[in-house]
């Protein structure tokens, strides 16, 4: 297993729920971390401090990931203040709930741009960086949508299977170079969307709980770590997707 330790990792959606968890999981395994927000400043700054009062080093960064040209930014004020992207953890998305008959081209393209023209747009930016050092890692939060299409709609399934489509390429691609592509797949993680969403019960999980999200965070970081681990999807979901 690969130190990690001053590595210089980049987790967007890092306010709050998965995010949050996976960024302080990575200060504490020593790197120096850059905590991606849209919304909330002040719950990215709560991560920050966690890591800051474990001896640790992290800012937090405002992007909206729907812009090219903030994720661009976002990267080059990383850099500025860390360093070169080592580890990118792909995490930020959206995932409106509409009707069926309401999901036009619209509703359609806003959920792809975030979630996966977003991700690819990141890991392009950074990726140089990496096949320069001859090291990297990029980590996909995709979701048991991509296997069995889910609850939200066509749109957030589509975009999270997209993810681990990009995952494969990437780890096909870049397999010699020294970088590792992964994903992992959660479903039903005690977060906001689980909270808010009264039809969400426990009972549709083989397991009849909700997952944590340090349980999805403790991947993350093996997977930083792992260097001969490319090309998966690990499904955490209780016994949801069963492969």
């Not at 990267?75 to 009707?99: H, K």
């Not at 996966?116 to 890692?137: E, I, K, N, Y």
């Not at 870049?174 to 969307?193: F, K, Q, R, V, Y």
């Amino acid at each position: 297993m690969d130190d990690i330790h001053n590595r210089v990792a980049l987790v967007t959606g890092a306010s709050r729920g998965i995010g949050h968890a996976a960024a302080i999981a990575l200060g504490r395994a020593g790197c120096r971390v850059a905590l991606g927000y849209h919304q909330s400043p002040e719950a990215a700054e709560t991560a920050v401090q966690t890591i800051e009062q474990a001896g640790g080093t992290a800012f937090a960064v405002q992007a909206d990931l729907a812009e090219s040209r903030a994720i661009a930014a976002m990267v080059d004020t990383v850099e500025a203040r860390l360093g070169e992207v080592e580890i990118l953890v792909n995490n930020a998305g959206i995932n409106p709930v509409y009707p069926l008959e309401e999901i036009d081209a619209e509703r359609w393209a806003e959920t792809l741009q975030v979630n996966l023209t977003g991700c690819f747009l990141l890991s392009q930016r950074v990726l140089p960086a990496m096949r320069r050092r001859g090291w990297g890692r990029l980590i996909m939060m995709s979701s048991v949508a991509a296997h069995i299409g889910g609850v939200i709609g066509p749109h957030y399934a589509a975009s999270k299977a997209g993810q681990l489509g990009l995952m494969r390429s990437y780890a096909r691609m870049l397999a010699t170079e020294g970088i590792t592509s992964n994903a992992i797949a959660p479903a039903l993680i005690e977060t906001d969307m689980i909270a808010h969403n009264d039809a969400i019960t426990p009972d549709l999980i083989p397991v009849k709980r909700f997952g944590r999200v340090d349980e999805i965070a403790d991947m993350v970081v093996h997977m930083a770590r792992n260097a001969y681990m490319t090309g998966q999807t690990v499904n955490i979901d209780g016994g949801m997707y069963m492969s």
